[in-house]
């Protein structure tokens, strides 16, 4: 059974810059596809970002290309979100996951395990 933990999320300005965090515990994480995710207030929780297990291969929503990156340490265990220049839009809980399919998949039920999510809210 896999933990995930998120963290970094906070009240910021439109244009700030946050990194989050997703710690993994009680399961090898270099075997696992790590994926964000988020979800506004009223609306479907949304694709983000994907990493691959070596962290070589990475996919992104449209709307955030150029402005977030994803990453991972598979030493810390640890997957990381860098959202720059944020928006209003971006308000949303975000959630990291895990999933064991060896690809980069955008849809939720790829995905086996779930953080319980940091929030992240934008005032413009």
């Known amino acids: 059974q896999v933990r995930l933990v998120e963290s970094g999320g906070g009240l910021v300005q439109a244009g700030d810059s946050q990194r989050l965090s997703c710690a993994a515990s009680g399961g090898t994480f270099s075997r696992y596809t790590m994926a964000w995710f988020r979800q506004a207030p009223g609306k479907e929780r949304e694709f983000v970002a994907v990493?691959?297990?070596?962290?070589?291969?990475?996919r992104y929503l449209d709307s955030v290309k150029g402005r977030f990156t994803i990453s991972r340490d598979n030493a810390k265990n640890t997957m990381y979100l860098q959202v720059n220049n944020l928006k209003p839009e971006d308000t949303a809980v975000y959630y990291c996951a895990a999933g064991q399919a060896n690809a980069l998949y955008s849809t939720q039920v790829w995905y086996d395990y779930w953080g319980q999510g940091t929030q992240v809210t934008v005032s413009s």
């Open positions: 990493i691959n297990r070596n962290g070589d291969s990475t």
